[in-house]
């Protein structure tokens, strides 16, 4: 299968000055393919928010090559395509949000990707309704609270229905509930074949995904499927990060039970797990 | 009694307050049209009765988009120091450009006359009114409105190679920083007066301590907007927009029979005021 | 906690744009209470009023009916000393871009200090114990530029500027969204430490149950405006009627429990942190494993 995404030796450093430069990204590079549910983990300022600006062209590597649907992302001529098909719902909503109106800052990309009307008109309730903001679609958005904004800025992208979404701590401001609900807005658009990458510091969010990438100091250290990735408690902990609580807890029973597997990282999956254990237990 | 900081509160350039008022529903393009030859009229109209209507214009328009006119005031109330400084200039150094008419006082540089003050009367009045007059533009018509009705207005220079679209969105960007501006100045001043920056000791009318206050704030600010201005750009960018590019448009735009009267009176109103010999 | 009322607000409204067409209600009646060396948690749905409420607190915003009176000083009187105020009060916003302003990292966080008018010395003293707080080093970062840092770090810096003040009462709104995992526990253990060490009250506005379980001593939840409830994290969490009728979330941990109980085991659902939790689900598995000694015991 082709890939949507593909990162060749990707590098990249900020101009701080003529002299001085921050070196980000290193020599990166993997492919991500159509349907996949990508979460992307590690510290601040590891290097995660300059690659996710990386899979649209927002920003372009100072060496090796960035291919969407197999176009350069360097390449002027086909940003436009480019962003069509991935689009990205920044860290920081205020820097999203681009019109003096809610439902208008929805309709921006759909205007620009010359959506009919009706069609347009359609999309943008929709996407309002998904993320809960309908009743406040003609008000200013910059006189919402900040999970507000938040969920605008995520209506905004979910709208122009891109091949790829990439959300940047698209929760960090959502309480536990809009968190779970935007969890299953990724999970149902990843269901209708759409591609996620998602970028977070919620280990259990991380957990939802099919594959974890890793990024330290602008490299990517393990990149596998949850399960493989949670195995490594304490590279996690030394990378500044950690398992799911779920996890956590099968370990410590495990420690106790050795017949608890601690092989867990869903919450479903650890109900299950005490189920059975519990089961077997009293069968015997 | 509310925060000292609410400052987007007095800014009534560029916020869309929607109350689906007659005025809000009319065409964007005729309302900007309409109101661009208005603003022409107004400035170029030195009458005291000529300035009287356009006063009177501009009262009932706002009083029309159903806006209340506290609101209107509230967007005036900053601009009155200066308006009143700008004033008194005006009357102490210009006289001797305006000498004709009556003289009252004759003092060394100082010349008053009733040219003079007319000139000084009516340049308020008529500050007073372009505030009014953009008040309701940009309170009854959305940026996106904005720029589609601009870009549409202009597109004739297309044929001269005129950069119609670039020139539409600088200007919506524009009208859309005002209130954004006037934001970040807000958590610009919150953010200082967390940390023990002095705010909001004197009233809007001690203009001395008020600038001296507003020093500190302000090259953060210009080197925040700038960063906010580049932020908006990628934003914008970000989803699809392109320069000069096709795009469809949410709201659909279709000049009726009440439109066409609204232009018809804009017309009458500016022709009036432009070539009409008022009395005084 | 030495009893002491330190917050006091009562019955307290504000509407943003009063008097405006874009007129909005944000906080209708909220009351909040706090003594000296608590540690108040405010919990509640996007747009419930938690920013709006807690800028009250340093006079940021007036109040505009109701009562908000701190450390003794009652905020609803004309002259109130906003500065001395403000010093004692530490307030950090949300979202950190609002509060960083200074081109230098240095000197932004120093920005607080040199206006309360202290020694250079002291300052440079207070600026690395406020990096060191929130986890930053000191020489590598204090000559970047602010604008030149990730999300998170720009969060720590923005602590750092008004931990740097020494406030005696320190109000966080959502001090560790956007955190790693590392970082967040770090701070949330300075912040305890604080709190318990040098009898600092702490207010915090968060959506992260289980550090609301780990540091308060209450808790108050929001819903349109209003405190709807009040108690311990306890109390707050082992209530599932009125978790479930507020859709207040709950730590993971708990929400485990919550439905092992759904599934008929007997576990109690007080285990906030995962060693409790895990304890207490054994317990369970142990009871069946080893039968009816077990019970005898009990
Ligand atoms: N505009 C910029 N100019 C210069 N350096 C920058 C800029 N933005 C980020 N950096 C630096 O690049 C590094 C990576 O930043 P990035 O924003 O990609 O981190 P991140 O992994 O997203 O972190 P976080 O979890 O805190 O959001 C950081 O060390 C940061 O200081
Ligand atoms: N400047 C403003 N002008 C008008 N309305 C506002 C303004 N700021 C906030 N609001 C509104 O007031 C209500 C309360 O906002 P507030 O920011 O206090 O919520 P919050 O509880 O902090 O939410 P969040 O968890 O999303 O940060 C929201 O409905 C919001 O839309
Ligand atoms: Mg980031
Ligand atoms: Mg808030």
Known sequence: MEPIIRLENVSFSYKINEKTKVSVLKNISFSIFPGEYVAIIGHNGSGKSTLSKHLNGILTPDSGDVWVHGHNTKDVNKKRSIRQ???????????????????????????????????????????????????FRHRPPHHLSGGQKQRVAIAGVLAMKPDCIVFDEATSMLDSFGRKEVLQVMRKMNNMGMTIITVTHHMSEAAEADRIIVIEGGQIVMDGPPREIFKHKLELENLQLEVPSVSQMAEVIHSQFNTFSKDIIQENEFIEEVEKFHKEEVGT | MSSEFEISRSITIGQYVPTGSFIHRLDPRIKLLVFVI???????????????????????????????????????????????????????????????????????FVLITSESIRLVVVSAVRFIEIIFLSSVLTLSTSTTELTHSIQSLLSPLKKIKFPVHEISLITTIAIRFVPTFAIEMEKMMKAQASRGADFGTGGWWRIVQRTKEMFPIIIPLFNIALSRAEDLILAMESRCYTPGGERSSYSVYKAIAKDYLVLLVGLFFSLLLLFYPFPF | MTGRPIIEIENLSHTYMKGTPMEHVALKGANLYAEEGECIAIIGHTGSGKSTLIQHFNGLMRPESGKVIIDGEDLSKKKVDLKTLRQKVGLVFQNPEDQIFEKLIGDDIAYGPFKLGLPIKEVRERVKWA???????????KDRQTFALSGGQKRKVALAGILALKPKILVLDEPTAGLDPKSRKELLDKIKRLNKDEKLTVVFVSHNMEEVAMLADRVYVMAGGTDVLTGTPKEIFTDKEKLQHHQIGTPETVQVLYKLTDLGYQVNTEAFSVLEAAEEIMKVLAGKKEGSEHVQRI
């Open chain 2, 38 to 108: 208005l603003v022409v009229a107004i400035a170029f109209n030195t009458s005291y009765f000529g300035n009287a209507i356009g006063l009177v214009l501009s009262l009932y328009l706002f009083w029309a988009s159903k806006i209340p006119i506290s609101y209107g005031l509230s967007g005036v109330k900053p601009a009155i120091p200066f308006i009143v400084i700008l004033a008194v200039l005006q009357l102490l150094f210009q006289g001797q450009l305006f000498s004709d008419g009556r003289v009252y006082v004759d003092y060394g």
């Open chain 3, 131 to 141: 990096m060191d707080v929130v986890g930053l080093d000191f020489e590598e970062i």
């Open chain 1, 85 to 135: 098909a991935v689009g990205t719902v920044f860290q920081h909503p205020d820097n999203q949000i681009v019109a003096t109106i809610v439902e208008e800052d929805v309709a921006f990309g759909l205007e620009n990707i010359g959506v009919p009307r009706e069609e347009m008109k359609k999309r943008v309730d929709e996407a309002l309704n998904v993320v809960k903001m309908s009743p």
